[in-house]
Nanobody, 118 residues
């Protein structure tokens, strides 16, 4: 089992910044991908950014140049620095841990709300 605890969400005006944190604990394998997803009301959950243990990073096109994902393996933590926030970034943000295995291990945090006002 892996437990993920997110923090750092909140309310911010457009153009502002927020930093999300996710702390992982439990049976963590060194080879993994840590990701941030988000889900806005009435929409499907979507990938925001991911980072592998080797440092390979992917971003959704909608956040490229504005968001930065990073991880500190010694702390089993992943971060998402969100800059130049837009109202369309409003969503619940979820941390995800994925270890391909086998067997595949896929865990989610409880989510943290980010609200961006115009």
């Amino acid at each position: 089992q892996v437990q993920l605890v997110e923090s750092g969400g909140g309310f911010v005006q457009a153009g502002g910044s927020l930093r999300l944190s996710c702390a992982a604990s439990g049976n963590i394998f060194a080879i993994n991908t840590m990701s941030w997803y988000r889900q806005a009301p009435g929409k499907q959950r979507e990938l925001v950014a991911s980072i592998t243990n080797t440092g390979f990073i992917r971003y959704a096109n909608s956040v490229k140049g504005r968001f930065i994902i990073s991880r500190v393996d010694a702390e089993n933590s992943v971060y998402l620095q969100m800059n130049s926030l837009k109202p369309e970034d409003t969503a619940v943000y979820y941390c995800n841990y994925l270890h391909w295995g086998p067997p595949e291990l896929n865990y989610w945090g409880q989510g943290t709300q980010v609200t961006v006002s115009s």
